[in-house]
């Protein structure tokens, strides 16, 4: 009876493992199809707005995006907006020429978070003012994006399979030898 329950777990364990490595990587997340300034442009003024394009629609749910300069500080406006295939954010009048850095997260059309850069180089100082150390919000607890890592869901489906399976083998058995 022990071996059989042994054997009925570990089998188990087995399929849910290889199920769980030929899954694979969905590969439906939205992809970035180009950005204003473009991605390694060379600028001499300053954009109103900075964008990225995808190539789907995106959900409106928590956009990020910031513009960072090379002074390390924020040069961006406001909230980003999320319109359709685009996440845009208002940037003011840049500063120091140097290489500039536009950080976006967006959550894609099937709910997945796509996170990435684009960066851009000013090539004509500006007269801007820039906005607080871009890392700022990380030494505030910003960083974490807060959710759930995946691991915790594959070890508590192994756990109830494992119970499930444990309580097939075992609860139906004890009653019949009665």
Known sequence: MTRRLLAGLVAGLLVTGFALLGSGVASAHSVPIGSSPDNGAHI??????????????LQTSY??????????????????KVDG????????ELGPVGDYKIAYRVTSAD???????RTFTLTKAGT?????????????G?????????WVFIVGAVVLFGGGLAFALLGGRGKQRR
């Open 44 to 57: 001499d003024t300053s954009p109103a707005t900075a964008s990225v394009t995808f190539n789907e629609d």
């Open 63 to 80: 956009p990020s995006m910031t513009v960072t300069g090379p002074d390390g500080n924020l040069w961006s406006r406001g909230q980003p």
């Open 85 to 92: 295939q685009t996440i845009s954010i208002q940037v003011g």
């Open 111 to 117: 709910g997945h978070p796509v996170s990435g850069t």
């Open 128 to 140: 801007g003012t820039p906005g607080p150390k871009a890392d700022s919000s990380a030494k505030s």
């Open 142 to 150: 910003g960083g974490s994006d807060g959710g759930v890592p995946l």
